[in-house]
């Protein structure tokens, strides 16, 4: 403490009783365990009524709880305070990818070309692919392969399967759309309503949809012959198309 002229106040411990300062402190020392004692039991207490026993010490004290537990009813999407026992850390199992290829196919006649799709694998674990003018089906479960069909003074430039694999739709360099029957390689319809290559096909189950270099996108039902509708909107070639 300060002094009223500034100074510091230095008490004078030579007037004080010492006897009765050290009595004070004894009897303070007397009653020191008792308050332990009462402080201890009131710590157990709070610490089985958050806790449980004593022998868990390791937990996680605070979640966020974003969703409603079994058995337990919680109206409120909000930070609750959750007590668990920790779980044992799963370590996840990746899989391996090889390094190396396990089959090579011969390709001769492949376009090297960024805007065409010249393969495709089906649901039905058959991988097709346009050679020039030819397509071919190579089965990778008995490594069969077939010729499926081969064009007239056209090339392929791209490919795509139907969802269930009974289908490929086939685009040209001349626009044509073509649709196979692959169990019986023939041909169920052809649209010829593109000026210029097909460079991307993409199904919605029965419609197949094509895009061309010209920028026109058209929506074939398969199920009609004359069911189609033509989208011009866009100025460039139509680089990938997706349902």
């Given amino acids: 403490p300060m002094t009223e002229d500034g100074g510091r106040f230095i008490p004078n411990r030579v007037s ?12 303070e020392e007397i009653r020191k365990p008792a308050q332990e004692e009462k402080s201890r039991g009131f710590s157990e207490l709070l610490h089985r009524q958050f806790f449980g026993n004593r022998e868990t010490t390791n937990f996680n004290f605070l979640r966020y709880k974003g969703s409603q537990q079994e058995g337990k009813e919680n109206t409120e999407n909000a930070p609750v305070l959750t007590l668990f ?19 090579i196919l011969d390709a001769p006649g492949l376009s090297d070309d960024f805007y065409v799709d010249l393969l495709d694998w089906s649901s039905r674990n058959v991988i097709s692919v346009g050679l020039s003018d030819q397509v071919y089906l190579w089965n990778a479960e008995s490594a069969e392969v077939n ?11 791209s490919l795509k399967w139907s969802e269930t694999g009974e ?44 895009g061309s270099r010209e920028g026109s996108v058209i929506n074939k039902d398969i199920r009609s012959s004359n069911n189609f509708t033509k989208i011009q909107a866009h100025s460039q070639e139509i680089c990938g198309l997706e349902w």
């Fill in 85 to 103: 026992h920790p779980q044992p850390s799963i370590i996840p199992n990746y899989r391996t990818l090889p390094k190396t290829p396990y089959k």
């Fill in 147 to 157: 010729l499926l069909c081969k064009l007239h003074n056209d090339s392929v430039t």
């Fill in 167 to 210: 289908h490929l739709g086939i685009g040209t360099d001349k626009g044509y759309c073509l649709v196979y029957d692959v169990s019986r390689s023939v041909a169920l319809s052809c649209v010829n309503q593109h000026d210029s290559r097909i460079g991307t096909l993409a199904w919605n189950e029965n419609l197949l949809t094509s």
């Fill in 16 to 27: 004080s009783n010492l006897k009765d300062i050290f009595e004070k402190a004894e009897r």
